[in-house]
């Protein structure tokens, strides 16, 4: 079964950045569609970002258009979220998950990771 594993995250002043990574346990996320979703506290999931199976499209939420940047490498079957200029609005739990096709809606995505924590905070 497709495991997905979160990292990066972690606490950064307003105005910084991260790099999260999204990496698969089995060999090959070649034939994936990536979503980026985050959930803050007390507030439902919200779609992020998403790369499709090649990396040829993107697509972002307009809060973070601008300032995030996903890419992929499927040779080393990892996914990666740049985050600049955050903001404390883009405090969160940051989840990758698995898609046959880009989309913003989290029923189609499956194969959730854990989560890693984005405090955005002066």
């Known amino acids: 079964q497709l495991q997905l594993v979160e990292s990066g995250g972690g606490s950064v002043q307003p105005g910084g950045s991260l790099r999260l990574s999204c990496v698969a346990s089995?060999?090959?996320?070649?034939?994936?569609?990536i979503g980026w979703f985050r959930q803050a506290p007390g507030k439902e999931r919200e779609w992020v970002s998403c790369?499709?199976?090649?990396?040829?499209?993107?697509k972002y939420a307009d809060s973070v258009k601008g300032r995030f940047t996903v890419s992929r490498d499927n040779a080393k079957n990892m996914v990666w979220l740049q985050m600049n200029n955050l903001k404390p609005e883009d405090t969160a739990t940051y989840y990758c998950?698995?898609?046959?096709?880009?989309?913003?809606?989290?029923?189609?995505?499956?194969?959730w990771g854990q989560g890693t924590q984005v405090t955005v905070s002066s």
């Open positions: 089995r060999d090959t996320l070649a034939y994936d569609a």
């Open positions: 998950a698995v898609a046959s096709s880009c989309s913003w809606q989290s029923a189609r995505y499956g194969s």
């Open positions: 790369i499709t199976t090649t990396g040829d499209d993107t």
